[in-house]
């Protein structure tokens, strides 16, 4: 009685995914697939646009990190017309990726994945949720979707739109900050950065502590890392900084995002439209199997926390020293994302902060001097689901002439079919399945915030 | 007694349902009293082919309300919209892809096939792979708007639409009145000064700024047509402005049409092009053209370039 | 094969569409792919007149106006010139090929004139092909 299990649509993730568990005569798992159900055209249909417009059509990829897009593509195209934006324009645009981070992180463990974990994973369907959330634990979801809220306007109000900006341009940034704005942006972050702090105790407390054991099992999967470091000293970068690529062991190597095509390659399945994206450069193919996976290596806060040598501001290294001495370096374990997430809220607030009291911050001088051009420009940013790669090519007038990106999501998307596969052939055993088991299968999706 | 509510997606980019999350304060009577929400993949686990995945054919539970973003472009994205159709009382086709076709139906304006071929074989990716096609949802033959492929009851453009009037419609429909929404163009809610257009005589690139004063209010800038850049504001249908100025002119960037033409039949390209011609402006100015059919690429409004047929003398 | 094009002829009322009604009287042959709407004159031709027709099925459109410095408002027929440089642009933006637009001058009195024009683009469209042989 062999059979397949779909679990359609995958839920509470951002994108379009859909889960087979496919069962052997004896009711086990014979294998699983995380099949990608859309796909778009973004790296054809930008193709002949003006590249100075482009920044403001790849937003659209993904509505709920539409910064990153937005700014991996002025990087891009800045870099294509050879402009190098003013030093305010540069920091303004990365105070808005950082404030972005925040609401996605809020977003991401509270209404996302914490039903989850304060309902319980067995918890039926119809109140695992946020819904549910506001009538177990009332206060803490208004403080959520205030905390949210007050995030995303504060950007909303900034840059005229939170969702699909508009305000990165080529050369820098459309608009500089006034002293007021300045005041209000601080203040509002301050608020962010408690609340931030809380949250991760929070979590630390009810959740990680509660769930040590999910946590150390579920989906748990054995790979290498990738993620961008501070040139200089080798601490976590979200807008700017060099790659780097780490094994399994620990060993890494370290280059800049332009070379991007040396170091990773795309793999394709039949049976899923998103592209599986894996280390070209450790020479040794693309294989998911469970026991020696090849190739393969996780992006996202988990990667981020794991190959940066620290955090440059002082709440979010302390949190990262205390990680690092539980569950040592590289941590493997899936469930972790959601700690490191909390991790990178907290580093996020300070890192705004940080920007905000820079005292260049409102010159006025935010854009410079560009001319379309011919050229090629790679973009890279760390968006919340992982390295984000624009690679643009431009003709004589400044047009897109070819395209090529590297979304976040893509580079997990061999780890997730593992970590699936991981959890489904742990929890169902002989036939015997429940909405709660396959709620844990997609758990371990949910880690990854695909 | 709360009105159930089914939310769906198509081809999105899940920006409308972080619009509705935008909505605020009001967010949460509205999802947990207002509305009883029975199905919204985002939020909540309610599964098509039952909560084992043992089903065979996708459902959709019943309910008053129906939401659903993004465009039409593939078998599945036309099952769950009619499924949705069959199951929801009033369905609400929310922001431009879904009214329009948004973003994603600028693959209308090339060959579909090739492009896909062309995104599977690019520099990073590994030689010999081919469009997948196992347990994956088929393309259509173009992108379509929801309004295509089945009857809508209600429209609400933008991308994202606003906050403000999501929660207008939402609340409308419960309390069984009209909802109250702009009808007029994203000019009409612009507060920046206008002067007549001078000497202006081309549009130019937005590669450099905008000239204003920095923190000065809006109304003392001028018209960024005016200053000599392509703004879609004439063209476009109002509903983006928050606190009193549109989105991208708050920002000090031209307007760029995300919510569509002024009225539903409209067409961007053509009203603006006439726009700048009766203005004495150079519409040849104006580099790829087609770009302003972004927003607005189904309905047949977008398609692919023909090759030139030799010209004959006439 | 077989193929029989839809072609809308935009006549100005004091020219084309007599010109029109004189060959009809005249019992002049042309092509039946050709469907007359009137306008008072070729100025009030919107470009948009044209992409409607195209998108609704049709496979070429025409225009037809009174000659140069002729026209009963003074300059329609001017400003219906400059506009057909813009159509013919913009048909190709939207993917149309420019061929399938056509402006001509006919005055009241020249009913052959007209044939001739209409059955020249009946022959041009044949030649052209659907609107959507490629896409449906
Ligand atoms: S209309 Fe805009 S925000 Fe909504 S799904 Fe489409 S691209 Fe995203
Ligand atoms: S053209 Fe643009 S700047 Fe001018 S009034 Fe309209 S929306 Fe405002
Ligand atoms: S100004 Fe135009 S492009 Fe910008 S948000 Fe408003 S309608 Fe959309
Ligand atoms: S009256 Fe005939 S073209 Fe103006």
Redesign the pocket.
């Known amino acids: 009685m062999a059979k397949v299990l779909n679990i359609a649509p995958v839920s509470r993730i951002e994108g379009h995914a859909k889960i087979a568990i496919h069962l052997d005569d004896n009711g086990n798992v014979e294998n699983t697939f995380l099949h990608i159900q859309s796909l778009r055209g973004f790296e054809k249909f930008i193709e002949g646009r003006p590249a100075e417009e482009v920044p403001r059509i790849v937003n659209r990829i993904c509505g709920i990190c539409p910064w990153m897009h937005h700014l991996a593509s002025n990087k891009a195209v800045d870099s294509a017309f050879g402009a190098t934006p003013t030093p305010t324009g540069h920091k303004l645009r990365e105070m808005c990726q950082v404030m972005a981070h925040i609401n996605d992180k809020i977003l991401h463990f509270f209404f996302l994945a914490a039903p989850d974990f304060v309902l319980g994973p067995d918890a039926d369907y119809s109140v695992r949720n946020i819904m549910g959330l506001v009538k177990a634990a009332p206060e803490l979801a208004k403080q959520v979707v205030k905390m949210r809220q007050l995030g995303q306007m504060m950007l909303d109000k900034f840059a005229g739109?939170a969702i699909h900006p508009?305000a990165g341009v080529v050369g820098g940034f459309a608009k500089p900050m006034v002293e007021e704005e300045r005041k209000e942006l601080l203040q509002g972050t301050r608020t962010l950065l408690d609340f931030g702090c809380y949250a991760l105790d929070f979590a630390i407390n009810n959740v990680f502590a509660k769930y040590m054991d999910i946590i150390g099992d579920l989906g748990a999967i054995k790979t290498g890392f990738l993620g961008m470091i501070d040139r200089e000293d080798g601490s976590l970068r979200l807008y700017d900084g060099q790659l780097r690529l780490m094994k399994s062991d620990g060993s890494f190597v370290d280059f800049e995002g332009d070379d991007y095509i040396d170091y990773i390659g795309e793999h394709v399945e039949p049976w899923g439209y998103s592209k599986m994206v894996y280390a070209k450069s450790w020479k040794e193919g693309f294989d998911m199997a469970l026991t020696a996976p090849k190739g393969i290596y996780r992006v996202n806060t988990l990667a981020r926390i794991n190959v940066c040598e620290k955090i440059s501001t002082p709440r979010a290294q302390a949190a990262l020293e205390a990680f690092r001495s539980s569950f040592g370096r590289p941590a493997q374990q899936t469930l972790l994302y959601h700690y490191a997430r909390l991790i990178e809220l907290v580093y996020s607030c300070e890192r705004t902060i940080e920007l905000l009291e820079w005292e260049g911050i409102t010159d006025p001088n935010v854009r410079a001097k560009v001319e379309p051009k011919a050229g090629r420009g790679v973009g890279v940013v760390e968006a919340p689901r992982g390295t984000l790669i624009h690679d643009y090519t431009t003709d004589e007038n400044g047009c897109i002439s070819g395209a090529n990106l590297i979304v976040g999501t893509t580079h997990n998307i061999a780890p997730m079919n593992m970590s699936v596969k991981r959890a489904a052939s742990t929890l169902i055993k002989d036939g015997v399945y429940s909405e709660g088991i396959l709620n844990q299968v997609e758990m371990a999706v949910r880690a990854y915030d695909p | 007694m709360a009105v159930t509510a089914a939310l769906e997606w198509l081809g999105s980019c899940s920006g409308c349902e972080i619009a509705i999350l935008n909505i605020g304060e009001d967010l949460l009577p509205l999802i947990t009293e207002t509305l009883d929400i029975v199905h919204a993949p985002l939020l909540m686990d309610h599964k098509y082919f039952g909560q084992c995945g043992e089903g065979v054919a996708l459902e959709i539970p019943d309910a008053v309300i129906g939401i659903v973003t993004g465009c039409v472009n593939n078998r599945e994205h036309l099952e769950v919209l009619q499924e949705m159709r069959t199951k929801c009382k009033v369905l609400i086709a929310l922001g431009t892809c879904a009214t329009h076709g948004g973003i994603p139906a600028l693959m209308n304006g090339q060959d579909q096939q090739e492009s896909w071929q062309g995104i599977f074989t690019t520099v990073s990716t590994d030689p010999g792979a081919e469009i997948p096609d196992v347990e994956v949802p088929p393309p259509l033959d173009r992108v379509y708007a929801c309004d295509e492929k089945v009857r809508i009851d209600m429209q609400l453009p933008g991308?994202p639409p606003n906050p403000e009037f999501i929660a207008e419609v939402i609340v409308s429909l419960v309390e069984g009145r009209d909802p109250i929404l702009p009808s007029k163009s994203?000019c009409d809610t612009c507060l920046t000064k206008r002067e007549g257009k001078g000497t202006v005589d081309k549009v130019k690139r937005f590669i450099e700024n905008v000239e204003f004063e920095p923190g000065a209010p809006i109304d003392e800038m001028r018209c960024l047509l005016e200053q000599g850049y392509m703004c879609?504001?004439p063209v476009?249908a109002a509903g983006?402005a928050k606190r009193g100025v549109?989105?991208?002119?708050s920002a000090r960037v031209p307007?760029?049409?995300?919510?569509g033409p002024v009225r539903k039949g409209g067409n961007q390209l053509l009203d603006m092009m006439n726009g700048l011609a009766s203005n004495g402006i150079d519409y040849k100015s104006v580099v790829d053209r087609r770009s302003i059919l972004r927003f607005t690429g189904a309905h047949g409004r977008l398609r692919p370039v023909k090759k030139h047929v030799a010209r004959e003398k006439s | 094969m077989g193929f029989e094009p839809k072609i809308i002829a935009f006549c100005c009322h004091w020219c084309a569409y007599a010109a029109a009604d004189l060959a009809g009287a005249a019992r002049m042959q042309y092509p039946h792919n050709v469907r007359i709407v009137r306008l008072m004159c070729s100025g009030m031709m919107h470009p948009e007149f044209v992409m409607d027709a195209l998108s609704q099925g049709a496979d070429g459109v025409m225009v037809l106006g009174c000659h140069l410095d002729e026209c009963r408002y003074r300059d329609g027929n001017y400003r219906a010139l400059d506009r057909s440089d813009m159509v013919v642009e913009l048909l190709e933006d939207f993917g149309y090929e420019p061929e399938r637009f056509n402006l001509t001058w006919v005055s009241s009195q020249e009913p052959d004139k007209f044939v001739k024009a209409v059955t020249e683009m009946t022959v041009r469209i044949k030649k052209l092909g659907p609107v959507n042989d490629v896409q449906g």
């Open positions: 739109k508009v | 991308c994203v879609m504001g476009t983006c549109p989105g991208c002119i307007c760029r049409g995300c919510f």
